[in-house]
């Protein structure tokens, strides 16, 4: 009688585990746990009817380290930290890219609306070496045509267009938080007055190794600097010359791109790519 009593009660216990689990089991959060999530993870959605702007963006390091990151717009978020809607990087890589919110990271997060002239996120990058990283779009959902996908390096003031190139470059080790920029309008679209920057420019002559600068209007050029796609500065011309045409010797540069920065004495910038071959 005694076994009998407690195989009922055992029974008992089972059924309501079991009816709790089926109330609560099905229930899920309305975006995520906050946890870290793999790039499996990322691509799973629960919706049917979901019609929010996702953005994916994939960072991979030295060919064999990845992160996917998402960025979702929906009304309910702000551009703070929102529960339910931001997750966080739990599980920091050796090299790894993340969203960065108030000084924190997160693999996710979502957004109010996107003002394409004003909206600007901030991403963070870490190397634990120097070696070759690509940032690019892994998909977009819902994403209006007219919305530009630029990558900003503040640091060489250049952009990239990530509907059409891939950013690639190789950085050295070290905690990039103040470098790249999520924008979603390119530059030449502000509508900024760019006839400074026409009419000087710029080229590299490859069978003489020579930078080309043409000055039409005879600007006075401070210096012209030329750096690597790690940031680091390896020409720093000083003695700059007048006149509307001039050549610059560039010797012993690998082949590869490159950025020049020209500053005017009437602080003007011009930064444009060259490609060394």
Not at 180 to 209: H, K, M, W
Request: net charge negative; charged share 25%.
């Amino acid at each position: 009688m005694k076994t009998t009593r407690s195989f009922i009660k055992n029974i008992g216990i089972f059924l309501c585990l079991l009816l709790l689990q089926t109330s609560f089991g099905q229930t899920t959060s309305a975006e995520n746990d906050n946890d870290s999530l793999s790039t499996d993870e990322l691509n799973i959605s629960t919706e049917t009817d979901d019609d929010r702007p996702k953005i994916r963006l994939l960072f991979t390091s030295v060919g064999i380290i990845n992160r996917q990151i998402l960025l979702t717009v929906d009304d309910r978020c702000t551009d703070d930290y929102d529960w339910g809607f931001d997750g966080y990087l739990n599980d920091v890589q050796v090299d790894d890219m993340s969203w960065l919110i108030n000084d924190e990271l997160f693999v996710i997060q979502g957004i109010g609306d996107v003002d394409t002239e004003e909206t600007s996120l901030p991403l963070s990058i870490q190397k634990s070496d120097v070696g070759d990283v690509v940032i690019s779009i892994q998909s977009l959902e819902n994403v209006p045509d007219e919305w530009d996908i630029i990558l900003h390096d503040t640091e060489l003031g250049t952009h990239y267009d990530l509907r059409s190139i891939n950013y690639e470059a190789t950085l050295m080790a070290g905690v990039y938080q103040d470098r790249f920029v999520l924008g979603f309008q390119n530059p030449s679209a502000l509508g900024i007055d760019d006839n400074e920057e026409e009419q000087l420019d710029f080229y590299f002559a490859t069978s003489r190794d020579k930078l080309v600068v043409l000055n039409p209007t005879n600007s006075s050029l401070n210096n012209i600097e030329i750096y690597n796609t790690s940031g680091q500065s390896i020409y720093n011309i000083k003695d700059t010359l007048e006149g509307s045409y001039n050549e610059y010797s560039i010797d012993n540069v690998p082949s590869g791109i490159y950025i020049v920065r020209i500053n005017t004495d009437d602080d003007k910038v011009v930064t444009k790519k060259i490609v060394v071959q």
